[in-house]
């Protein structure tokens, strides 16, 4: 059996056991603030202690000053910030945003933030390509 063959069953059964632990988060435990993690200046240009989504319970959000990186292409991962609303909804193990507007226009928009659902909940979205493992987290304001 090959290297990667090997590799490739080692990944598979460590995903299969580690799923089986994880459970769809509730729908409450997004609501609130949320802030990115000061480790993100690690890996953002402009990195802005002021970020934040506030998601409520009638599934709309406010964010404010996130990174331009968080809609990648869209945004032509031009440095800088932006602010908008919208919708939000939550799967197995994303949280699905669609922006109703940006920066005072209306807009179109889908993203979606990845979530930590063991230990102290996160959000996350990755930079670029996944393998490059360049990780923007996020986590409940305090």
């Known amino acids: 059996m090959s290297y990667m063959k090997k590799i490739h069953i080692f990944i598979i059964v460590f995903l299969a056991i580690f799923n089986s632990g994880c459970s ?30 506030t998601f409520y319970s009638n599934h709309t959000f406010v964010a404010r000053n996130l990174p331009n990186e968080l809609l990648g292409n869209i945004s032509g991962n031009k440095p800088g ?20 507007s940006i920066d005072k226009t209306n807009v179109s928009i889908g ?19 996944p393998d490059e493992a360049r990780i923007v987290e996020c986590h409940k304001a305090r």
Do not use: C, H
Not at 25 to 42: H, L, M, N, Q, T
Not at 91 to 96: I, P
């Open 81 to 100: 910030a932006f602010s908008g609303d919208g919708t939000w909804e939550l799967d197995q193990s994303s949280l699905w945003l669609g922006f109703q």
């Open 24 to 53: 769809k988060p509730e729908e409450a435990d997004i609501f609130g603030a949320w802030v990115i993690s000061s480790s993100a200046k690690d890996v953002l240009a402009n990195f802005r202690p002021d970020s934040m989504m």
């Open 111 to 129: 993203t979606a933030l990845q979530m930590r659902t063991w230990g102290t909940p996160a959000l996350f979205f990755y930079l670029g390509d």
